[in-house]
């Protein structure tokens, strides 16, 4: 790993990416208005590049290349799977892998994908897209580095806009907890299956609460990346489908509730409405699971027990881990241990658990969150805060984000370094949540 980052012939199609995009940004930062419209900008773009190298070195020192190069490797033999045989390799990008498809379409002459990869269709996926971008990369790891790093700046900034257009807190600590949270652009701007995830999330979020909020305005294109970001969270990490549409639902019916505010009969009716009608999708997702394959309640509760018995009992993942005390795995010996594993999702590692250097930032991250949620739990201007929190949409989407997914995660994991790598894409909305409660503008309403 460490030969092929240090060869020149990979290092300076990366340095050509940096300066062409960083030129480009530079433009766009005067497009934009400068200082005065586009504040942070470019200082969002070189800390994202900055942690994305980061992140490659720190995967080459220490874990001699790990999933990163594997995706990386997979995504070179696409591409001479391309030179050799153009149609096959539309047929890769299509269909899902099989054993039968590795040793028929690839040769040792082209070259193999890691197996392990290979045989996993969502890991797969991520070299297909990979793939796509080393046609105009040179083929080498730096660049597309450079790439994802600077997509996932756009996307954060776009992120980070959209929510400084509804002036809910102050610019600067909306920057803070968008664009500059260190372990969120350590795990989600580099080449890894996290990068892709997090920033289908937040293209979901985006366009999902503009369609909730405006629906008749710019539909098409609402919709077309809404349904984009659905369709990569099903390639690559289907629950998270569940993180993304529960919330906006919720949010919804908070839209609903302040656009009636002053007809109760209508509002009523409208939240009895979803509450049936969210009971009845309920009911037969129940009933029904089977028919929604890989995200039918029983598989996804089963792949979720399966790696957390995995992650809590075997050795071989090393030792920096916690424990779920459980012992019924069934829906409601799950649904019981939810405290401990929110809890999990929400703050750990504790600083006394992150005393290895890989998780000493990590500590410090749970540490500020511990000191934000006790902030916004404190009783002087508490109900007015969960007043503000009723009908905003916004804040609603926030907390059950951060609820559903810190279950999700924290109840999964049982290793603090797999924990915070999945946990990385609620840490903005968490922290938006707890800092608009705390220093929002809607202070400065109330007065006045």
């Known amino acids: 790993m460490l030969e092929k980052i240090t060869a020149w012939n990979d290092i300076l199609p990366g340095l050509l990416w940096f300066f062409i995009l960083a030129f480009y940004f530079h433009f766009l930062y005067q497009k934009k208005g400068g200082k ?24 080459a020192v220490l874990y001699s290349g790990g999933d990163t190069f594997a995706y990386f490797q ?34 040792p002459e082209i070259g193999y994908p890691p197996g392990w990869i290979y045989k ?25 580095t450079v790439v994802l790093s600077s997509i ?3 996307i954060t900034y776009q ?21 500059f949270i260190p372990s969120v652009s350590f795990w989600c701007t580099g080449i890894s299956k996290d990068t892709v995830v997090f920033l289908s999330l ?17 539909l098409l294109k609402n919709l077309f990346f809404f349904i984009l970001s659905l369709v990569l969270l099903l390639k690559i990490r289907n629950f998270f489908i569940v993180t993304l549409i529960v919330p906006l639902f ?12 002053n007809q109760p009969v209508a509002r009523n009716f409208f939240l009895f409405t979803i509450f049936v009608g969210g009971l009845f999708i309920v009911t037969a997702y129940t009933q029904f699971s089977q028919s ?95 007043a503000y929190l009723r009908k905003n949409e916004m804040l609603i989407f926030c907390l059950f984000f951060s609820l559903i997914l810190a279950f999700m995660t924290g109840f999964s994991s049982s290793l603090f370094g797999v924990l915070v790598r999945l946990r990385a894409p609620l840490l903005p909305f968490l922290a938006l949540f707890l800092i608009i409660g705390i220093w929002g503008n809607y202070q400065k309403e109330t007065k006045n």
């Open 152 to 154: 996932s700046a756009l």
């Open 159 to 179: 992120l980070y806009t959209f929510i400084k257009e509804k002036q809910l807190v102050g610019n600067l600590k909306l920057a803070l907890v968008i664009l």
């Open 202 to 218: 937040i293209v979901g979020v985006i366009y999902g609460l503009k369609i909730l909020k405006e629906p008749k305005k710019q």
């Open 36 to 59: 005065a419209q586009a504040q942070f900008f470019l200082t969002n773009f070189y800390f994202k590049v900055t942690f994305a190298a980061i992140f490659a070195i720190t995967y």
């Open 74 to 107: 997979s995504s070179e033999k696409l591409n001479q799977l391309f030179f050799s045989s153009p149609s096959t390799y539309l047929s890769e990008l299509i269909n899902t892998p099989t054993p039968v498809s590795y040793y028929k379409n690839y040769s």
């Open 292 to 386: 929604f394959g890989s995200l039918s309640a029983d598989k996804i509760l089963q792949e979720a027990t399966t790696t957390q018995q995995d992650f809590s009992q075997n050795a071989t993942y090393g030792s920096d881990r916690y424990t779920i005390k459980i012992n019924d795995y069934s829906f409601f010996g799950i649904l019981a241990v939810a405290p401990q594993s929110i809890f999990a999702g929400l703050y750990r590692p504790l600083p006394n658990e992150a005393l290895s250097f890989s998780l000493i930032i990590n500590g410090l991250e749970s540490l500020i969150l511990l000191v934000l949620t006790l902030m916004y739990f404190y009783p002087v201007g508490f109900k007015q805060r969960i």
């Open 120 to 144: 996993e269709p969502e890991s797969f996926f991520i070299a297909k897209l990979l793939s796509v971008i080393s046609f105009f990369t040179f083929n080498s790891y730096w660049a597309i």
């Open 250 to 261: 919720m949010s919804y019916s908070a839209t609903l509730a302040r656009k009636y505010h």
